[in-house]
Protein backbone atom coordinates (compact mmCIF):
# COMPACT_ATOMS: atom_id res chain seq x y z
CA UNK A 1 0.00 0.00 0.00
CA UNK A 2 1.74 3.35 -0.80
CA UNK A 3 1.23 6.89 -0.17
CA UNK A 4 -1.32 7.36 -2.69
CA UNK A 5 -3.67 4.95 -1.18
CA UNK A 6 -3.28 5.61 2.39
CA UNK A 7 -4.02 9.83 0.94
CA UNK A 8 -6.94 8.80 -0.34
CA UNK A 9 -8.37 6.73 2.55
CA UNK A 10 -7.45 9.88 4.69
CA UNK A 11 -9.08 11.90 2.35
CA UNK A 12 -12.23 9.91 2.40
CA UNK A 13 -12.23 9.54 6.02
CA UNK A 14 -11.71 13.53 6.32
CA UNK A 15 -14.85 14.17 3.94
CA UNK A 16 -17.42 11.28 5.82
CA UNK A 17 -16.06 13.08 9.12
CA UNK A 18 -16.83 16.34 7.69
CA UNK A 19 -19.98 15.34 6.12
CA UNK A 20 -20.95 13.74 9.54
CA UNK A 21 -20.02 16.43 11.86
CA UNK A 22 -22.54 19.16 9.49
CA UNK A 23 -20.00 20.99 8.54
CA UNK A 24 -22.01 21.41 5.15
CA UNK A 25 -24.72 22.30 7.38
CA UNK A 26 -23.35 24.80 8.89
CA UNK A 27 -21.70 26.69 6.35
CA UNK A 28 -25.13 26.51 4.31
CA UNK A 29 -26.72 28.01 7.55
CA UNK A 30 -23.97 30.89 7.62
CA UNK A 31 -24.28 31.73 3.88
CA UNK A 32 -28.20 31.68 4.42
CA UNK A 33 -27.85 33.72 7.57
CA UNK A 34 -25.50 35.77 5.41
CA UNK A 35 -27.79 36.34 2.16
CA UNK A 36 -30.47 37.11 4.56
CA UNK A 37 -28.45 39.41 6.46
CA UNK A 38 -26.96 41.35 3.20
CA UNK A 39 -31.26 41.01 1.54
CA UNK A 40 -32.58 42.77 4.48
CA UNK A 41 -29.58 45.39 4.53
CA UNK A 42 -30.65 45.87 0.17
CA UNK A 43 -34.08 46.11 1.66
CA UNK A 44 -33.34 48.86 4.35
CA UNK A 45 -31.26 50.38 1.44
CA UNK A 46 -34.47 50.22 -1.04
CA UNK A 47 -36.38 51.88 1.43
CA UNK A 48 -34.37 54.32 2.76
CA UNK A 49 -33.93 55.44 -1.00
CA UNK A 50 -37.38 55.71 -1.26
CA UNK A 51 -37.93 57.30 1.68
CA UNK A 52 -35.57 59.61 0.48
CA UNK A 53 -36.88 60.06 -3.10
CA UNK A 54 -40.50 60.60 -1.62
CA UNK A 55 -39.05 63.91 1.06
CA UNK A 56 -37.19 65.12 -1.66
CA UNK A 57 -40.50 65.27 -4.12
CA UNK A 58 -42.36 66.81 -0.86
CA UNK A 59 -39.37 69.34 -0.43
CA UNK A 60 -39.26 70.16 -4.26
CA UNK A 61 -43.34 70.68 -4.01
CA UNK A 62 -42.85 72.46 -1.33
CA UNK A 63 -40.16 74.91 -3.17
CA UNK A 64 -42.66 75.61 -5.98
CA UNK A 65 -45.33 75.85 -3.95
CA UNK A 66 -43.68 78.47 -2.11
CA UNK A 67 -42.34 80.11 -5.73
CA UNK A 68 -45.48 80.67 -6.83
CA UNK A 69 -47.05 82.13 -3.25
CA UNK A 70 -44.04 84.40 -3.92
CA UNK A 71 -45.24 85.34 -7.44
CA UNK A 72 -47.77 86.03 -6.72
CA UNK A 73 -47.72 88.19 -3.57
CA UNK A 74 -44.91 89.89 -6.09
CA UNK A 75 -47.91 90.13 -8.50
CA UNK A 76 -50.31 91.43 -5.66
CA UNK A 77 -47.83 94.16 -4.76
CA UNK A 78 -47.09 95.07 -7.90
CA UNK A 79 -51.03 95.55 -9.04
CA UNK A 80 -51.69 97.03 -5.97
CA UNK A 81 -48.49 99.68 -6.38
CA UNK A 82 -50.02 100.09 -9.99
CA UNK A 83 -53.22 100.77 -8.36
CA UNK A 84 -52.08 102.88 -6.25
CA UNK A 85 -50.39 105.24 -8.95
CA UNK A 86 -53.72 105.83 -11.05
CA UNK A 87 -55.53 106.76 -7.96
CA UNK A 88 -52.33 109.34 -6.92
CA UNK A 89 -52.93 110.42 -10.84
CA UNK A 90 -56.61 110.41 -10.34
CA UNK A 91 -56.40 112.64 -6.92
CA UNK A 92 -53.58 114.75 -8.46
CA UNK A 93 -55.35 115.49 -12.28
CA UNK A 94 -58.55 116.15 -10.10
CA UNK A 95 -57.05 118.34 -7.39
CA UNK A 96 -55.28 120.33 -10.57
CA UNK A 97 -59.07 120.35 -12.30
CA UNK A 98 -60.31 121.82 -8.77
CA UNK A 99 -57.63 124.51 -8.05
CA UNK A 100 -57.82 125.46 -12.39
CA UNK A 101 -61.35 126.02 -11.40
CA UNK A 102 -61.34 127.84 -8.99
CA UNK A 103 -58.75 130.34 -10.42
CA UNK A 104 -61.28 130.79 -13.12
CA UNK A 105 -63.75 131.40 -11.19
CA UNK A 106 -61.53 133.95 -9.46
CA UNK A 107 -60.48 135.53 -12.80
CA UNK A 108 -64.40 135.52 -13.62
CA UNK A 109 -65.11 137.12 -10.68
CA UNK A 110 -62.31 139.89 -10.99
CA UNK A 111 -63.37 140.20 -14.38
CA UNK A 112 -66.80 141.07 -13.22
CA UNK A 113 -65.57 143.46 -10.91
CA UNK A 114 -63.25 144.79 -12.72
CA UNK A 115 -66.66 145.81 -15.28
CA UNK A 116 -68.84 146.73 -13.05
CA UNK A 117 -66.05 149.44 -11.32
CA UNK A 118 -65.10 151.17 -14.59
CA UNK A 119 -69.05 151.05 -14.98
CA UNK A 120 -69.74 152.78 -11.93
CA UNK A 121 -66.44 155.41 -12.93
CA UNK A 122 -67.83 156.02 -16.63
CA UNK A 123 -71.15 156.53 -14.86
CA UNK A 124 -70.17 158.74 -12.02
CA UNK A 125 -67.51 160.95 -14.90
CA UNK A 126 -70.96 161.00 -16.99
CA UNK A 127 -72.79 162.52 -14.45
CA UNK A 128 -70.10 164.92 -13.38
CA UNK A 129 -69.93 165.57 -16.90
CA UNK A 130 -73.24 166.35 -17.91
CA UNK A 131 -73.56 168.35 -14.28
CA UNK A 132 -71.03 170.79 -15.12
CA UNK A 133 -72.58 171.32 -19.00
CA UNK A 134 -75.77 171.47 -17.26
CA UNK A 135 -74.52 173.96 -14.46
CA UNK A 136 -72.98 175.88 -17.36
CA UNK A 137 -75.90 175.94 -19.46
CA UNK A 138 -78.62 176.28 -16.70
CA UNK A 139 -78.97 179.51 -14.78
CA UNK A 140 -80.62 180.20 -11.89
CA UNK A 141 -81.03 178.33 -8.65
CA UNK A 142 -84.76 177.05 -9.46
CA UNK A 143 -83.01 174.97 -12.49
CA UNK A 144 -80.20 173.68 -10.04
CA UNK A 145 -82.81 172.34 -7.59
CA UNK A 146 -84.20 170.31 -10.69
CA UNK A 147 -81.19 169.29 -12.09
CA UNK A 148 -80.05 167.99 -8.13
CA UNK A 149 -83.48 165.42 -8.73
CA UNK A 150 -82.56 164.63 -12.00
CA UNK A 151 -79.27 163.13 -11.39
CA UNK A 152 -80.04 161.60 -8.04
CA UNK A 153 -82.52 159.89 -10.25
CA UNK A 154 -80.07 158.78 -12.66
CA UNK A 155 -77.69 157.40 -10.10
CA UNK A 156 -80.18 155.77 -8.13
CA UNK A 157 -81.14 153.85 -11.56
CA UNK A 158 -77.78 152.63 -12.48
CA UNK A 159 -76.82 151.59 -9.41
Known amino acids: MDATFWATVGLVLFLVLVVFAGLPGMINKSLDSRAERIRNDLDEARRLREEAQNLLDD ?23 DALVVEAK ?12 LAEQ ?28 LAQKVDGTADAALFKA ?6 ARLN
Request: without cysteine; aromatic residues 2%.
Open 150 to 155: AVSDVK
Open 90 to 101: ARTDEYVARRSA
Open 59 to 81: YQRRRKEAEQEAADIVAAAKREA
Open 106 to 133: KIAQAERDAVAEVRSSAVDLAVEAATRL
